[in-house]
């Protein structure tokens, strides 16, 4: 198993959409090329909504799981 060097970590657990994506969003800007975001989410939508935005943005979706209803996302900013 990788081990996943994180820069920052997100946790928008209760958010409703948008707000995980604007927290995410936010979070990624100051952060130098490569670095990666761990999210942690609860809304259900989020799962469709981080893989459209990183399509949008450009940012590579380096995991995705699930685990009970918190969803994780590993983001590596472009």
Not at 36 to 49: K, M, N, W
Request: proline fraction near 5%; hydrophobic fraction near 45%; charge should be positive.
């Amino acid at each position: 198993m990788t081990v996943l060097d994180i820069a920052v970590q997100v946790d928008a657990r209760g958010l409703s959409c948008p707000m995980p994506i604007v927290r995410t969003a936010q979070a990624v800007r100051p952060l130098a090329a490569g670095a990666l975001v761990e999210v942690l989410a609860t809304d259900p939508g989020s799962q469709r909504d981080f893989v459209a935005w990183c399509r949008a943005t450009g940012h590579d979706l380096v995991e995705q799981t699930t685990e009970g209803t918190v969803h994780r996302f590993v983001i590596r900013r472009k």
